[in-house]
């Protein structure tokens, strides 16, 4: 793997991020040989637009708080695929249906995954209906 740690270390804040607003199947690639803009793509969903935003500013807020500002954010009017882009890592959250049409995994198979250790919150279960 080509990404150094010093960008490492930012997208395992965004994804911890992206686990704590709830995001479903966070996954990241090293896209450092295909591409010369970026080294890593961050990828999340969410099941509506709404969840979409609050991951997009969880992972901003957590973020910033390290003083790193995305230098572009696309897509938030309708938020149904916002992209933050940081330079040297890219985060995309997708609603989920998005997340399937436009499967960024297919895209990227070729590309090492990289290693998250970001445990999800535990989400409280839903009643039984009797």
Avoid at 37 to 53: K, P, W, Y
Avoid at 69 to 79: I, L
Avoid at 81 to 110: G, M, P
Wanted: with cysteine; charged share 30%.
């Amino acid at each position: 793997m080509t990404v150094p740690d010093s960008v490492l270390k930012p997208v395992e804040i965004a994804a911890k991020a992206a686990a704590d607003k709830l995001a479903d199947n966070i996954v990241a690639f090293d896209v450092s040989e295909q591409l010369s803009i970026t080294d890593v793509f961050l990828i999340a969903s969410a099941g509506n637009e709404r969840q979409v935003g609050a991951i997009v500013d969880g992972v901003e807020e957590a973020l910033l708080k390290h003083k790193l500002k995305p230098t572009r954010r696309e897509g938030d009017r309708e938020n149904r695929w916002v992209l933050l882009d940081y330079l040297d890592f890219v985060v995309h959250v997708q609603h989920t249906e998005e997340r399937t049409l436009y499967n960024l995994e297919r895209l990227w198979k070729d590309c090492p995954q990289i290693p998250l250790h970001v445990d999800a919150p535990a989400r409280e279960a839903e009643p039984e209906a009797e």
